[in-house]
């Protein structure tokens, strides 16, 4: 299948969302995406831009993304956090998933950052095989803590 890699616009968001849509379906999180196209627009492309998004496209329609932001680490200075990196069912096995990562590691060096990290879920071993396979350091021995919303308001009242 062709497919092509590029920076996402403004009116990608929609499909990006759709695709983000997806990826909480496959995850048996199907309620949990809160965020809109409005958001995406907003934080994307507005005054203070939060993240970096690219996209792969067939045939017009946008089949995959991945989203990265900035991060500071104590240890290693400016650092890139990949948020998602989404193909869309019909295009796996097809070299997307692979490209798209190239780009964010070419985006990642351009910037001169010295770490791209991000998280994948321990039961998803075909996502853990591909990235091990373009050499990235699973790290089975961390685990990722958040405050949502609500324990955010939680923690603050205490």
């Not at 299948?1 to 968001?13: G, V």
């Not at 379906?25 to 995406?40: G, R, Y």
Request: overall charge negative.
């Amino acid at each position: 299948m062709n497919y092509s890699i590029r920076e996402a616009k403004e009116s990608d968001m929609p499909q990006v969302l759709t695709l983000v849509k997806e990826l909480a379906i496959f995850e048996k999180e199907s309620d949990a995406v809160e965020v809109t196209v409005e958001d995406l627009k907003k934080d994307g492309f507005g005054e203070k831009k939060l993240f970096h998004c690219f996209v792969g496209e067939n045939e017009g329609d946008i089949v995959g993304m991945a989203l990265v932001y900035p991060r500071y680490s104590t240890w290693k200075g400016p650092v890139i956090h990949l948020e998602d990196l989404i193909v869309t069912e019909k295009m796996r096995g097809s070299g997307l998933g692979s490209a798209l990562l190239k780009e964010v590691v070419k985006y990642g060096n351009d910037l001169g950052v010295r770490r791209i990290c991000w998280e994948v879920l321990d039961w998803n071993e075909p996502a853990i095989e591909f990235y091990e396979k373009k050499g990235a350091n699973v790290m089975r021995d961390w685990d990722v803590v958040q405050l949502d919303e609500n324990g955010i308001k939680a923690f603050l009242d205490l």
